[in-house]
């Protein structure tokens, strides 16, 4: 019998980041279960990816949405347990270090499912964040490590996991953009829409609790960038996270004249103007990843990161919150050619995850989810 892989996922990251692992589980005719918690439910924040990811809808979405940490991950780890006891999958996959993560990773360590974490071994050595705590914990309930750099595998090594559990894959995120950014640059007409010119725009996200979450952070973060891209005589586009729209409501803060907020974009078009603005400002982790990718200058609006590797390569530069550190940043990587090699990987790595954890599944054609299934198989 072939074996099952089941997935939790819940926010915009995981979607994107195990999308290339779900696609190669179905061209390998590995029968999968994808259980969505509900993190995210907003529809620019979830539906959009799998449609234009080519996933199916989650087989089952728990439906758990905002609370407190507590609360959230409590609600789903009682749903992920049951769907885990039905489907008995092989192996569970999990990704990143939310909430979600945090849930499925006990989830299954609780009931002894294999557990295999997408993107291991990340430490930003900063315990305030919420998602430090999570991605600590769930590469220590984890059997298979999934590290996407050298640095991040030997991390993993000195805090004492066993080295075979460790296997160095490349982040999927670079699957993900491969899969993506031709047809991004294909079919999007998101530069005409917003009436922006390529390498003449900045483009920034914000929504880190730590930013979002405390006024005087919030309003230091949108004036630095503000100041940077009047320096530089650029505009910035900004694609609200939903955290971050309703701060800015509470604290009710006017963004500055230079950025343009619009609403949370889809892949393709956040695709097209991650790979022709001129610099971009974030906070997101994928961000710092997918610029160093596509040879975009990045300003990394904290005082640290889990992906030091992007600032190793000259790719990032971690400017900081402050508007004098952020035009500081920002000068230093405007203009930057771009040529630097990308630290993860080739766009393999969900090949590499599914060789490294068994999943051999059986030669599959491309209809394999019309195929009827036989007794007993
Ligand atoms: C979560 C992750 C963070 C990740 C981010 C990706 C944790 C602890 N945090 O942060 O690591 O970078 O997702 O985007 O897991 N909201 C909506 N619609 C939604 C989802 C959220 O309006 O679909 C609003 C709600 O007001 C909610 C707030 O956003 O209270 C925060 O959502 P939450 O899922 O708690 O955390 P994120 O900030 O999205
Ligand atoms: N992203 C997107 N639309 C947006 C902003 C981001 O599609 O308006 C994508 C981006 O390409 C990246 C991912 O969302 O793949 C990053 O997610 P986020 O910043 O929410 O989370 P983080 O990576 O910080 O955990």
Partial sequence: MTATAAFVLGTRPEI????PVITACDRRGVPTHVIHTGQHYSESLDEVFFEQLDLDPPDVNLGVGSGSHGRQTGEMLIGIE??????????????GDTNSTLAGAIAGSKLDVEVAHVEAGLRSFDREMPEERNRVLVDHAAEHLHAPTEETATRL?????PDDRITVTGNTVVDAVRLSDERAAATSTVLSEFGLTAGEFGLLTAHRAENVDGRDRFADVLRGVAAAAEELGIEVVYPVHPRAADRLAEFDLAVPEAITTVEPLDFFDFLRLESTAALVFTDSGGVQEETCILG?????LRYGTERPETAFVGANCVAGCRPREIRAGARRMYGKAGDWDSPFGDGDAAERILDCVGLDGEPAGPDRRER???PGE
Avoid: M, N, R, Y
């Fill in 372 to 374: 009827t299934v036989e």
């Fill in 82 to 95: 049951e769907q885990l006891l039905s489907v008995e999958p092989d192996v569970l996959f999990v990704q």
């Fill in 16 to 19: 994107i980041k195990l999308a």
């Fill in 296 to 300: 975009t200058p990045c300003v990394t």
């Fill in 157 to 161: 090594c000195h805090e004492g996991l």
